[in-house]
């Protein structure tokens, strides 16, 4: 049943781990209300994402639409899904899968986005935490999308912490710069959790265990068997989060900015995206009110809330206990 006062949210992305982590915390948490699922490529092929999407849903116990979204960049050449940091199959490679019955929505991930800001005008947030083509798309069959949605969060970029695909670029950007331009200029109350934060907070396997310890449930034994491969790829590149043995939760920051942006310090600036070059995918911010002669960074460009700082003990307190909540 879902919850009247709670935000609705559309949860477009990339399952993928922290994006496995980051559904499991909006479904515990009574505040949010998943009204949708729409899947991206990246951290796996878009077919990989609908099938985790279904079945991360399912072993909740969960009955939420999934849709299919785009399986390509906008303009730039595709990649190949990074199999070393989430597994093949998005979940860390998981040994079975419990046969599932759920199948998708038939609507294009984009379409479905519309169609939904056009049933509940200003009442959905759209939280994105893949590359941003599905959020493009939508956009260019709708131009009043911006209106349309209350609000849009995304788990992508970075200002002042080192990128984590090229010393200036964060993944879920560079896997898709043009769409991520076009967001960023489109004119929605925009909210970007990027890596200044998301580096900040190191989530241990321990917490994870003892989540799938306390519910005993399938849905939570596979997020830990996801996060252990997750882990380790972290543990394997940052010394200081092998030391805890964790790993970088991301994507569900992107929730946390929801639920409690009290824990968050945010700039305002505008934003846009390298194209291409060596910087590609770069996340760049015109941070004070100071004249540029080159194009593209006028009044015309709104402004994005970035976040740049958080309160990670109380953010780590606050993931644990949803995830330790009787949302089973
Ligand atoms: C982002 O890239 C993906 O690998 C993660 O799921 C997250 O959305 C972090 O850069
Ligand atoms: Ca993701």
């Known amino acids: 049943m879902s919850n009247t006062t709670a935000r609705k949210v559309i949860y477009d992305t990339d399952p993928g781990v922290d994006d496995?982590?980051?559904?499991?915390?909006?479904?515990?948490?009574?505040?949010?209300?998943?009204?949708?699922?729409?899947?991206?490529?990246?951290?796996?092929?878009?077919?990989?994402?609908?099938?985790?999407?279904?079945?991360?849903?399912?072993?909740?116990?969960?009955?939420?639409?999934?849709?299919?979204?785009?399986?390509?960049?906008?303009?730039?050449?595709?990649?190949?899904?990074?199999?070393f940091i989430h597994?093949?199959?998005?979940?860390?490679?998981?040994?079975?899968?419990?046969?599932?019955?759920?199948?998708?929505?038939?609507?294009?991930?984009?379409?479905?986005i519309v169609d939904m800001a056009r049933a509940h005008p200003g009442e959905i947030t759209l939280v994105a935490v893949g590359p941003l083509g599905n959020l493009a798309t939508a956009l260019k069959l709708e131009p009043k999308l911006p209106q349309l949605l209350q609000e849009v969060i995304i788990m992508g970029g970075t200002i002042d912490e080192p990128g984590?695909?090229?010393?200036?670029?964060?993944?879920?950007?560079?896997?898709?710069p043009h769409s991520a331009d076009f967001v960023f200029t489109a004119g929605w109350k925009l909210t970007m959790v990027g890596l200044d934060v998301t580096h900040q907070l190191i989530l241990p396997l321990a917490l994870f265990k003892k989540v799938a310890d306390h519910h005993k449930h399938v849905a939570t034994d596979v997020l830990h068997h996801a996060v252990a491969f997750y882990a380790d790829f972290y543990s394997g590149v940052y010394p200081h989060v092998a030391k805890i043995h964790g790993c970088f939760g991301h994507d569900v920051l992107a929730f946390v900015a929801l639920t409690n942006p009290e824990m968050f310090e945010v700039q305002s600036g505008r934003i846009r995206v390298a194209l291409d070059g060596a910087g590609n995918g770069q996340t760049m911010m015109r941070r004070r009110n100071i004249f540029y002669p080159q194009p593209g960074w006028g009044d015309e460009v709104p402004d994005t809330h970035v976040c740049m700082n958080l309160q990670v003990d109380a953010a780590r307190e606050l993931i644990e206990s949803t995830l330790m909540s009787n949302w089973l």
């Open 20 to 83: 496995a982590m980051a559904l499991y915390y909006a479904l515990a948490h009574p505040g949010i209300d998943v009204v949708g699922i729409t899947t991206t490529f990246g951290n796996v092929t878009v077919e990989q994402a609908a099938i985790n999407g279904l079945y991360l849903t399912e072993i909740a116990g969960k009955n939420i639409p999934v849709t299919q979204g785009v399986k390509t960049p906008w303009l730039k050449a595709p990649g190949t899904p990074p199999d």
């Open 87 to 112: 597994g093949g199959d998005g979940l860390g490679n998981l040994p079975s899968r419990v046969p599932t019955k759920s199948v998708l929505d038939p609507r294009p991930s984009a379409q479905f």
């Open 164 to 176: 984590n695909v090229s010393p200036v670029s964060e993944a879920n950007i560079w896997n898709d």
